[in-house]
């Protein structure tokens, strides 16, 4: 591969916005909690998503300590990943390099998420619900484990007219991400936006988002597995993916690989060798985190794989809400520059390493010299 361009040039070089993003359009609050009694009392799990009506979370929300720390912030995996991937190409210094996509109520809590994206540098395309409220995610975090209860409200709604209503800049895009939770009611928006754009070498990158999803919404996350160049997923959500299509496997880590191998028989990808060079000439580039302790893996072509140790965070680790959506950012960064594989993942593991030291899905006011390697 020729020398390896740094992200600053790339995004220089590109028509702006180049990546748009579809997802449930949050307001995170953030809990940091100190033991289990709270989750024990509402049945809730650590490293766990769930839904729940208003109510619920309104009476999770009422039982919080007031002396436990408590930050609010926008949220949604692709809202996330919209803001960390814009932080990391130049923030709000620059013109928008990413548009979100998604549903909020006309009330404070959307108004309050689309001061904080527009804040951050993201181009923001809302669909607004005045009959709904804005979703809300809230975050039960202890250590390295974070509980995630949802209510979608106006999240849940994005259909085709609203598409049609953002008027994207189809010819400048050069990566549509999708989350995996906004199948739930987006399908036909997330189909319709790769028809659009099938012919201008788009890059569509898919992130399975939950074990449940798997396993509630299975024709959906195997149709989008099918389409997207790129698929994102921690070892709990691959795993699912991997029995619900009866893959057999003795290690988690072979996963991906097999994945891999699947989707290039099933789906008739390119079977040309594929080296590092051309690695995102084909549809079949599964990425699978492991947590803080086992590495990360990129496989690609004809099984062709990098792995690489989570990032050692400089400080302690507070919250692990939004490291996967970090990661994700790292990685399409690493692709808007062409960087290898192996670069890709780096620049996710540094992101996603500097997240974890943080309360919720904030981001400081420069990027650390060692996250764009």
Same mark, same amino acid.
């Given at each position: 591969?020729?020398?390896?361009?740094?992200?600053?040039?790339?995004?220089?070089?590109?028509? +702006?916005?180049?990546?748009?993003?579809?997802?449930?359009?949050?307001?995170?609050?953030?809990?940091?909690?100190?033991?289990?009694?709270?989750?024990?009392?509402?049945?809730?799990?650590?490293?766990?998503?769930?839904?729940?009506?208003?109510?619920?979370?309104?009476? &999770?929300?009422?039982?919080?300590?007031?002396?436990?720390?408590?930050?609010?912030?926008?949220?949604?995996?692709?809202?996330?990943?919209?803001?960390?991937?814009?932080?990391?190409?130049?923030?709000?210094?620059?013109?928008?390099?990413?548009?979100?996509?998604? #549903?909020?109520?006309?009330?404070?809590? #959307?108004?309050?998420?689309?001061?904080?994206?527009?804040?951050?540098?993201?181009?923001?395309?809302?669909?607004?619900?005045?009959?709904?409220?804005?979703?809300?995610?809230?975050?039960?975090?202890?250590?390295?484990?974070?509980?995630?209860?949802?209510?979608? #409200?106006?999240?849940?709604?994005?259909?085709?007219?609203?598409?049609?209503?953002?008027?994207?800049?189809?010819?400048?895009?050069?990566?549509?991400?999708?989350?995996?939770?906004?199948?739930?009611?987006?399908?036909?928006?997330? /189909?319709?936006?790769?028809?659009?754009?099938?012919? /201008?070498?788009?890059?569509?990158?898919?992130?399975?988002?939950?074990?449940?999803?798997? $396993?509630?919404?299975?024709?959906?996350?195997? $149709?989008?597995?099918?389409?997207?160049?790129?698929?994102? *997923?921690?070892?709990?959500?691959?795993?699912?993916?991997?029995?619900?299509?009866?893959?057999?496997?003795?290690?988690?880590?072979?996963?991906?690989?097999?994945?891999?191998?699947?989707?290039?028989?099933?789906?008739?990808? +390119?079977?040309?060798?594929?080296?590092?060079?051309?690695?995102?000439?084909?549809?079949?580039?599964?990425?699978?985190?492991? *947590? *803080?302790?086992?590495?990360? &893996?990129?496989?690609?072509?004809?099984?062709?794989?990098?792995?690489?140790?989570?990032?050692?965070?400089?400080?302690?680790?507070?919250?692990?809400?939004? !490291?996967?959506?970090?990661?994700? !950012?790292?990685?399409?960064?690493?692709?808007?520059?062409?960087?290898?594989?192996?670069?890709?993942?780096?620049?996710?593991?540094?992101?996603?390493?500097?997240?974890?030291?943080?309360? #919720?899905?904030?981001?400081?006011?420069?990027?650390?010299?060692? &996250?764009?390697?």
């Amino acid at each position: 591969m020729n020398e390896k361009q740094s992200l600053q040039k790339a995004i220089a070089s590109l028509q +702006s916005p180049a990546v748009v993003a579809f997802g449930n359009a949050l307001l995170d609050v953030v809990v940091t909690i100190r033991d289990d009694e709270l989750l024990e009392k509402y049945k809730l799990k650590g490293d766990n998503e769930i839904e729940h009506p208003e109510d619920v979370i309104q009476q &999770i929300l009422a039982d919080l300590p007031t002396d436990w720390d408590q930050r609010v912030a926008p949220g949604g995996c692709a809202q996330n990943t919209a803001r960390i991937l814009q932080w990391l190409c130049g923030g709000s210094s620059i013109p928008p390099v990413v548009i979100f996509c998604g #549903g909020i109520g006309n009330d404070s809590r #959307g108004t309050t998420v689309e001061k904080m994206v527009k804040a951050a540098g993201v181009q923001t395309k809302y669909a607004v619900h005045p009959e709904l409220p804005t979703g809300i995610a809230l975050s039960l975090s202890r250590n390295s484990s974070r509980s995630l209860i949802a209510n979608l #409200g106006a999240a849940g709604v994005f259909t085709l007219s609203d598409l049609e209503k953002c008027n994207l800049p189809l010819e400048n895009l050069k990566i549509i991400y999708i989350e995996g939770f906004f199948l739930t009611h987006g399908l036909d928006v997330a /189909k319709e936006i790769i028809k659009l754009t099938q012919d /201008k070498n788009t890059i569509v990158a898919f992130n399975i988002n939950g074990e449940y999803m798997v $396993e509630q919404y299975h024709a959906a996350i195997c $149709e989008m597995v099918g389409l997207a160049k790129i698929v994102f *997923g921690n070892a709990r959500e691959m795993t699912a993916l991997a029995k619900a299509l009866d893959l057999k496997f003795d290690k988690v880590a072979e996963i991906p690989f097999l994945l891999n191998s699947s989707k290039r028989v099933t789906v008739g990808v +390119s079977s040309a060798t594929c080296s590092s060079e051309d690695w995102l000439v084909d549809n079949d580039i599964f990425v699978m985190t492991q *947590g *803080g302790s086992a590495p990360a &893996i990129v496989v690609w072509g004809h099984g062709h794989s990098v792995q690489i140790q989570p990032t050692v965070p400089k400080m302690p680790v507070i919250d692990a809400t939004g !490291a996967g959506d970090a990661l994700v !950012a790292g990685f399409l960064a690493g692709v808007l520059s062409r960087w290898d594989p192996k670069s890709c993942l780096k620049c996710g593991c540094n992101a996603a390493g500097m997240m974890v030291t943080r309360l #919720g899905v904030t981001l400081p006011d420069t990027i650390p010299t060692d &996250i764009l390697l």
